[in-house]
């Protein structure tokens, strides 16, 4: 296993349109988060799920935005009636619950990076 | 509410220079953790270090060293003898309470160039 890996690495959509981005998490992790990064700032957490529940969302995830994981290894973030607002780097990562007094540190994709023109 | 505030929105320093990257952070909260973040071109964000709210030791990781300092709710990252292979963006983080969840707010980061 290579990491988390992000699906695809690019999108470029006009507005209104819908999109699924995909994200696989190593594969023992069953948390797994969402992040939305937009340009020259930090990331922003928008929603996790440890297997296939869906644990938080943040208030930054709006109606348009949803997320799923259903069978608790993969997860499809989808954004519907694209706004030019939703262009960002869309990051997904994952980790292991702490168990056992150990941590694991997430680890993170290479990111989706959304153009909506 | 919880912030972290990164003041420095790009550094640029020539190789083997010393740099400290500067990181301040709000938290109502007793009990957190700290984190460091290194974000290449690549786009991924890399793990440097976690610190909880409790130990307020340094570290020093081979050229790198964190100094956290709570009376001024300070997280400073320090390169020393820089290399070019240093340059990306570096995020600092707070998760607000130990809840397990890695759930992080992040400072808007520092943007750093190592010129040879």
């Known amino acids: 296993d290579t990491g988390v890996s992000q699906d695809p690495r690019h999108k470029i959509t006009k507005r209104g349109q819908n999109v699924t981005f995909r994200c696989d998490p190593i594969?023992?992790?069953?948390?797994l988060y969402w992040y939305r990064q937009t340009l020259g700032q930090g990331p922003e957490f928008l929603t996790y799920?440890?297997?296939?529940?869906?644990?938080?969302k943040s208030r930054l995830l709006s109606d348009r935005f949803s997320a799923e994981r259903p069978k608790g290894s993969f997860s499809t973030l989808e954004i519907q009636r694209t706004e030019q607002g939703d262009s960002a780097m869309y990051l997904c990562?994952?980790?292991?619950?702490?168990?056992?007094?150990?941590?694991?540190?997430?680890?993170f994709g290479q990111g989706t990076r959304l153009t909506v023109v | 509410a919880q912030k972290v505030t990164q003041a420095q929105t790009e550094i640029s320093v020539v190789e083997k220079e010393d740099v400290t990257l500067d990181c301040v952070y709000e938290?109502?909260?007793?009990?957190?953790?700290l984190f460091w973040y290194k974000q290449p071109p690549s786009g991924e964000l890399v793990f440097l270090i976690r610190?909880?709210?409790?130990?307020?030791q340094n570290e020093i990781s081979g050229r790198y060293s964190w100094n956290f300092q709570k009376s001024t709710s300070s997280f400073n990252f320090t390169i020393t003898a820089s290399q070019v292979v240093d340059s990306a963006v570096y995020f600092c983080?707070?998760?607000?309470?130990?809840?397990?969840?890695?759930?992080?707010?992040f400072g808007q980061g520092t943007r750093l160039t190592i010129n040879p």
């Open positions: 990562a994952s980790n292991l619950p702490p168990g056992q007094g150990m941590w694991v540190e997430a680890f």
């Open positions: 594969s023992e992790h069953n948390r």
């Open positions: 799920f440890q297997n296939e529940a869906q644990l938080e």
């Open positions: 938290t109502r909260d007793t009990t957190y953790y």
């Open positions: 610190r909880n709210s409790f130990d307020e």
């Open positions: 983080a707070l998760e607000p309470l130990i809840q397990g969840a890695q759930k992080l707010v």
